[in-house]
């Protein structure tokens, strides 16, 4: 959803491009 759109456009790209750290990073950024 708007999660994943927000991690694209942050410094977190590198991250973003391994679905499963995605994932991760995604749910670190709704529960931080």
């Known amino acids: ?3 994943k759109i927000f991690l694209y456009k942050s ?3 590198s ?3 391994n ?3 995605e994932g991760t990073v995604v749910e670190l ?4």
């Not at 950024?29 to 931080?32: A, T, V």
């Open 1 to 3: 959803g708007g999660k």
């Open 11 to 13: 410094k977190i790209r």
């Open 15 to 17: 991250i973003s491009l």
């Open 19 to 21: 679905c499963d750290l």
């Open 29 to 32: 950024i709704q529960n931080p």
